[in-house]
Structures are given as C-alpha cells and as structure tokens.
C-alpha cells in the first residue's frame, strides 16, 4: 500500500512539476524535457526505429552541440556504436533528421571523411566511439546499439 502510494505521488509529481523518465531511460538537467535510452541489444537501423517507436519515442536526433555532447559522454561511458535518427536513405547524400525530415542546419558531427557512403552504400548514421562520438554513415543493415529519445512525459510513465 505504501509504495503504491508513493508510485501514485511520484507521478503526479513527475506529471505537474518535471519530468521523468520511465526505468531504464536516462535524463540529464542540462537537457530537460527529454528522456534516453541506451539500447544492450544490437539491431538493424530499421528495427531500431521501429522499437523507439514502440516507446513512443524516436531514434535520438543530436541536433545541435548540447544534446550531442551529452549523447558523447554516454557513449564514452559505454564503448559503443549507436544508431541515431538521420539518415539519407530518401535521396543519397541528403542527410534528414528522421522525425522532422529536415537537414542538418548550422550544427554537424561527422568523422572527417564520412559520409562516404562507403562500399555498397551507407546511407544510417551512428556515433562511433572510437572517434570520440563523431558521426560516420553506416550500412544501415548493420546490427548496432541505438539511442531512443522521447519527450513524451506519460509515453514515458507508462511505456
Ligand atoms: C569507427 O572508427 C573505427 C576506427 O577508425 C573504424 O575502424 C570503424 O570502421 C568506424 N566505424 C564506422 C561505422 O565508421
Ligand atoms: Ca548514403
Ligand atoms: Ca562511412
């Protein structure tokens, strides 16, 4: 009874004065409004859209220096690849944020060198640790990590 008590104030809480984010997902006060999560298991760019947005969230879109460097510092943390939510798979070398459609503007990340849309073609974009985080263009049929990001408050309670 108790907890469920608490459950019941922490939500009302998280509903009425900030946001938080379902178990597993990470926030940081220098971003507030959004929640991450850092996917254990490895996956193609397609699939890794299509969990995100069974979350109701999306592949993280580091579009601009604060939410990319916080994407970075995890990503150092871990020692991983993740997919993020751009990709030029619409028209090759136009690269669009998934969820806006839009393109890069005045911020940008890439590996020197990529995108190269190398081999056969790379046209998902992940963040390459070893690189300290900068973004490399990827065969979107590779399995990686990948980052969902939602903003989404009660997405992020009951999912
Ligand atoms: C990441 O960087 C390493 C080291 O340069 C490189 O071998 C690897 O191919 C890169 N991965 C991608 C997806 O670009
Ligand atoms: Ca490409
Ligand atoms: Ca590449």
Not at 9 to 35: D, R, Y
Not at 44 to 64: D, M, V
Not at 84 to 98: A, H, K, P, R, V
Request: net charge negative; charged share 20%; proline share 3%.
């Amino acid at each position: 009874m108790a907890s469920f008590v608490m459950k019941f104030l922490l939500i009302s809480i998280c509903v009425t004065v900030i946001t938080c984010c379902a178990p597993g997902w990470k926030k940081t006060s220098s971003l507030s409004g959004w929640c991450f999560l850092f996917s254990h298991n490895q996956v193609t760019w397609a699939e890794a859209e299509e969990i995100c947005r069974s979350f109701e969230g999306y592949l993280a879109e580091p579009i601009n220096k604060p939410i990319d460097d916080y994407l970075i510092s995890e990503t150092l943390k871990t020692g991983r690849k993740y997919w993020l939510g751009l990709s030029d798979l619409e028209q090759e070398g136009t690269f669009l944020w998934t969820t806006s459609q839009t393109g890069i503007t005045s911020y940008n990340n890439w590996i020197p060198g990529d995108p190269n849309n190398a081999n056969s073609g790379e046209d998902c974009v992940l963040n390459n640790w070893t690189h300290r985080g900068k973004w490399a263009d990827g065969d979107c049929e590779w399995k990686e990590y990948y980052i969902c990001q939602t903003e989404d408050i009660d997405g992020g309670i009951v999912g």
